[in-house]
Structure formats: C-alpha cells, structure tokens
C-alpha cells in the first residue's frame, strides 16, 4: 500500500467476515470510506463526514495498515471441544455494525429475514466446520477414528456433543459415579488374564464439584453370580457372556452389577484400562511425579516388578509407573509395602491423579502431538460406556477442580487408636484354599462397606464424621438404652453398642473418648442432651467414668435415673 492511499483508506464492514471488518487495498479507494454507525443516512457513500473523535469505533493509523476494533457484547465465550476458548465471532457474537443492521432489518420485508436466516446458518456452519478441524488438527486422523470407536460415536455425534445439554446418569441425583478397572489382559508375566487387578470409584459430587476415589481390593470375597460361587471381586469381569437389563453386557457389567446390589454402591458408568493403555498414557503426558511417603527410610523396593524409588518427589515414565502401579512388595528383600495390596491401591489412587493433573494442564492442551499419542495410547486399550457427550459434560464439572484436593479412601484393614475402624477381616476359603478377604461383618454381609460409603458421600456432618458411640442404661427404667439409640440412630449418629450399667446412677453423664477427633459429633451431643446429661473427658468423674474405659467408643452416654426421652 502507498504512502499517499494509506492516508484515506478505511476499513469497510463486511457481515460475512470472520471479524466484521476487511482492509481495502490501493485499489479500492473509491469503496474505502468507512460507513457511520451515528444513522442510516451516514453510510451513503456521497454523504460522506469523517468520523468524530468520540466515535464508538475509534480508528487507529498505522504505516503499514489501519484496523478498526469491533465493539463486541460482553458475553463470554462458550468452551470449544477441546477445552479453548473458540473466537467470540464464532459463537454467534456481533459488531456494534451487526447490532444495528439486526434492528433495521425487522422493519424491512421478509427477504431480509431470509438473509438474517441465511447469516445465521453460515455461522453454525463456521462453527461446526471450526470443530472438525480442530478436532481433525490436534487428535489427527487415526485419534478421531479413536475417539469414535471409544466413545460409540460417529464424525456427527462427535461433532453436536460440544451443543448437547443432556444430563448425566446420577447428576438428577447429585451425585455421579464411575467405576475405574485396569486389567493385566496382555501382561505375559501374569497369570490372571482378563482379572480386575485395580478396582476403584470416581464420585463426583455435581453440587459441590468435589472428588473422591474409593478403592475396592480384588480379593474381597463375594458372590459372582455368573460363576455360581464365591470367588474373589476381581473374577467377575471373566464373566463375558454377562446380560442383564440396566448393566453392559460382558465381565464389567457383573462386575457393577455385584458392587451396586451387594456393596449398596450405585454405578453410573464404567471405564477398563489395560496395562499397556496405561504405561502409554504415562509417557503421552510427559511422565508424572509424585511424592513417595514409605514408612521405611529407603522407601519402595519390589523385586517383582524390578521397583526401587526413593521417599520423596519423584518423576516416573510409563514403564516406571505401571511397576508401581503393580507392585505390592512381595519377593525376597522388599521393603516399603507393609499392608501389601492396600499399598498398592493407594499408589493406584495416587498415580490416576497425577496422570489426570498433567493432562489437564495447559501446556498439555496446546500441544496437538500430546494430545494426539494420548488419544491413540488408547486406541483398542480401552473400553468404556461412556460417549463423547458424557465426557465433554464431565469436563464442564470438573475443569475448575484442584486436582490435588481429591480425597483418596480404602475400606481399612485393621484397627488404629483404639477404635473399631477395620471393616475387612482375612479369610481363607476352606474349598480352594484361597486368601481372601471378607467383611467384618461376616461372609456375604456388607453392611459396613456400605455405610462407609454413605459416610463418605452423606451431607449430615453426624454421618461424615460416623463417631463409634455406645449408650449405657445405669437408669431403673428397662429398654431405655434401646429407646435412645432409635432416637440418636434416625439422626444420623453412629451407635455401634448398647448395654447396661453395672449399676444404676442419679445422673446422665457422657464420657468423651474421642481425643478431639470428632468435634461435630461432640457438638451435637452436648445440644442433643443439654441439661440432662454432663459432658466429662476425664475418668477421675466417678464410677461412670470408669465404665466407659470398658468399651471402644469415641462417646459412651451413660443414662442415669434423671435422663427422660425427649
């Protein structure tokens, strides 16, 4: 462009544009005027007047070409499929100009109509064209047709998904759950083919976004329908000729279909991983560091799988965190896995985060390669009943997360400070000879598997913190320990132990057990019970005090000869 066109040239407003305006060239000075946005009489070409300083589009000179600056509404932007922000000209937002010529076209007959109409559609073609190469340029060719095959989909379902609102199973409900499995399926130094060596729960909470993982251990002994016995968890996904109405066929279906109707928790959806699929998505991502808190001081050391970490921060590629993934301390010398399996589930737990944290970075998400050998680490690794919709969803509850917040939770396995926390025991089946493991409850109850779960997804605080009491009668009024743990129980305390006194006492009292671990839980107690009962930490109280020292309870209430149910 010469000097002397460059002094008069403007920009023309051009609706079928990406920005709503185009630079003329030398060529076009006699087109070059801008229109005024002040009234319709303004943009007649032979009614020209420059532009007023306090225009609304201010123009900006510069040597080699001038722009105008588009006044845009102030909407934001809607997220893209692959989590960056699409244009705002692209997501149906307008320049002032548009705004304008939008108004007068209403007054005017009704082929202006068919042209707004027609406006309309370009721009849902721009957008939905906008899609498929973004989608096509950062996943290629060869992860599109992965992502079709992994997420049941086709190029027009994966397409419209960004635009569907449909809920999720469970979000009516408040609560989402995805049942997550890795397999050794092509593991050659495995000998249980096909068996879910990691099982755990994603539950996402949809009202306050927050995320815990529940591991369930494969050797929890239960009935598996489809094998007519008792078996350990991990067996069920052999099942492959499971189907049943509400659950996907195959080994994953019975595998939900046992967690849900005999563990009491609901699943939504599933995802099964295999080792390889996982070692690739390690190295896709870069690697992933973690922090190694072994309780011995050498840390981690596994001769199986050929582990040795140190305690502390440690960054691990794919091969590396598969062998942590699997190791649980077995062979001669191995240091660092006291509770052996349980450790290996916490590293499990440990490792999906970190995996999950790096992928949602956004250095990751700039990075078409990476996102591309993501996509294609899965490839035929990976199954799952989850479409593209119900991921692009998911995404929209959880990409304002703090990875590093989400709990991490295992049915315990022993007893810890005096309290009953275990809630699975060791059993040894007398048929097969198998180790195994088994409720507290007994063979084939899961009663306590399944409130620990109510705890850990349960808004009463009562519930959360699930405090062990025990109620006493010291009264002369029989089956009022009874009466008071229906009461207390249909409030959401957790009575673990009812009884009576050794002998009656004048006075309620409530001895605190609970070393300051359950505040809300003591809280309750002292509205719940006022007057009528004294609150003592102390076993120098008297005679009740020091019955209380006889059972394992964070609070033991003692009912004395004045207490009257409310």
């Keep these: 462009?010469?000097?002397?066109?460059?002094?008069?040239?403007?920009?023309r407003v051009r609706r079928t544009s990406i920005d709503g305006f185009v630079v003329n060239n030398k060529n076009s000075l006699n087109n070059s005027?801008?229109?005024?946005?002040?009234?319709?009489?303004?943009?007649?070409?032979?009614?020209?007047r420059p532009p007023l300083k306090s225009s609304p589009d201010p123009i900006r000179l510069n040597s080699e070409f001038i722009k105008a600056k588009p006044q845009l509404n102030s909407n934001k932007p809607s997220p893209s499929l692959i989590g960056i922000n699409l244009p705002n000209s692209l997501n149906g937002m307008t320049s002032a100009s548009d705004e304008n010529l939008n108004k007068r076209s209403k007054s005017k007959k009704p082929k202006k109509q068919r042209s707004k109409f027609r406006k309309i559609t370009l721009r849902t073609l721009i957008v939905l064209g906008v899609i498929l190469l973004g989608v096509g340029g950062f996943v290629g060719y060869k992860g599109l047709k992965t992502i079709?095959?992994?997420?049941?989909?086709?190029?027009?379902?994966?397409?419209?998904a960004p635009f569907s609102s449909s809920p999720l199973k469970g979000e009516s409900d408040g609560r989402v759950n995805i049942l997550l499995a890795g397999d050794s399926v092509d593991d050659p130094n495995h000998q249980g083919a096909s068996l879910t060596d990691s099982i755990m729960i994603l539950s996402l909470n949809t009202k306050t976004r927050q995320v815990f993982l529940l591991s369930i251990p494969r050797d929890l002994w239960v009935y598996v329908p489809g094998l007519s016995s008792y078996q350990k968890i991990n067996a069920a996904n052999t099942v492959l000729r499971f189907n049943q109405s509400g659950y996907p066929a195959g080994g994953m279906g019975e595998l939900e279909q046992i967690i849900t109707t005999q563990l009491g928790i609901p699943i939504d959806y599933y995802g099964l991983i295999d080792y390889t699929a996982f070692r690739d998505a390690v190295n896709a991502v870069g690697g992933v560091t973690i922090d190694i808190q072994s309780p011995n001081p050498y840390g981690l050391y596994d001769p199986y799988t050929n582990l040795k970490l140190p305690n502390g921060w440690v960054t691990l590629n794919g091969q590396e965190a598969l062998n942590l993934a699997r190791a649980r301390g077995d062979g001669p010398g191995a240091y660092g896995f006291p509770e052996s399996d349980f450790d290996r589930t916490a590293h499990q737990r440990?490792?999906?985060?970190?995996?999950?944290?790096?992928?949602?970075?956004?250095?990751?998400?700039?990075?078409?390669?990476?996102?591309?050998?993501?996509?294609?680490a899965f490839g035929n690794n990976l199954q799952t009943d989850l479409t593209l919709q119900n991921v692009i969803r998911l995404i929209q509850y959880v990409k304002?997360?703090?990875?590093?917040?989400?709990?991490?939770?295992?049915?315990?396995?022993?007893?810890?400070?005096?309290?009953?926390?275990s809630l699975l025991q060791g059993y040894v089946d007398p048929a097969s000879?198998?180790?195994?493991l088994i409720s507290t409850d007994g063979i084939g109850v899961y009663t306590s598997l399944t409130n620990y779960y109510k705890q850990l997804t349960s808004t009463n605080p009562l519930v959360v913190e699930s405090a062990p009491i025990t109620i006493l009668n010291a009264s002369s009024q029989v089956g009022l320990a009874q009466k008071?743990?229906?009461v207390l129980k249909n409030q959401g305390y957790n009575v673990i132990k009812i009884a009576d006194a050794s002998t009656t006492y004048p006075n309620s009292v409530i001895v605190d057990q609970s070393g300051g671990q359950e505040p809300l839980t003591l809280a309750a107690l002292k509205k719940e019970f006022s007057s009528q009962a004294q609150i003592t930490s102390q076993?120098?109280?008297?005679?009740?005090?020091?019955?209380?020292?006889?059972?394992?309870?964070?609070?033991?209430?003692?009912?004395?000869?004045?207490f009257k149910l409310n």
């Design 350 to 376: 440990q490792l999906f985060t970190a995996v999950a944290e790096k992928a949602l970075t956004l250095g990751f998400l700039s990075n078409p390669a990476k996102i591309s050998n993501l996509f294609n």
């Design 484 to 486: 008071e743990e229906t």
């Design 33 to 48: 005027r801008i229109q005024s946005k002040q009234s319709p009489a303004n943009r007649d070409l032979n009614n020209f």
């Design 148 to 160: 079709n095959k992994v997420f049941h989909g086709n190029i027009i379902s994966d397409l419209t």
């Design 400 to 421: 304002n997360i703090n990875l590093s917040s989400v709990q991490s939770y295992a049915f315990a396995y022993g007893s810890t400070n005096n309290h009953p926390t």
């Design 539 to 562: 076993t120098t109280y008297g005679q009740e005090s020091y019955e209380a020292v006889n059972y394992e309870s964070s609070f033991v209430i003692i009912l004395g000869n004045n």
């Design 1 to 11: 462009m010469d000097k002397q066109n460059d002094d008069f040239s403007r920009p």
């Design 433 to 436: 000879g198998q180790d195994a």
